[in-house]
């Protein structure tokens, strides 16, 4: 039961990623690439919770040593660089909006002074 519900929560994180992503990619906080790659990490991390064996045999082909700690650190990586990635798109979204607000006070400055 908790694993079922693990992978609930990890599909419903994954898909609420994608549609962040979509709604900023339209408007116009993200570039394509950006959505891009958050579009083919968190489909992969999605594919990886469903189908977990498929990922398995892949990596056993890949890898002969086998797959243990370093996938949960790899997946652990890249749900870290997400969350870095959100706090720089919100910092960067804040920077704007407060330099469009002092452009408009010093625009009105400059208006009363005429």
């Known amino acids: 039961m908790i694993i079922i519900s693990a992978k609930i929560i990890a599909v419903l994180v994954g898909l ?47 890898s002969k040593n086998g797959i243990g700690v370093g996938t949960f650190a790899g997946i652990a990586f890249i749900f870290l660089l997400f969350i870095t990635y959100r706090v720089y798109t919100k910092a960067n979204r804040l920077e704007k909006k407060l330099h469009d607000m002092v452009m408009k006070l010093g625009l009105k400055e400059i208006e009363k002074e005429e």
């Open 16 to 62: 609420t990623v994608i549609s962040k992503s979509y709604h900023d990619l339209k408007k116009h906080y993200e570039s394509l690439v950006m959505f891009l790659f958050w579009l083919f990490t968190w489909s992969a991390i999605i594919a990886a919770t469903i189908l977990p064996d498929v990922f398995l045999r892949l990596a056993d082909k890949v």
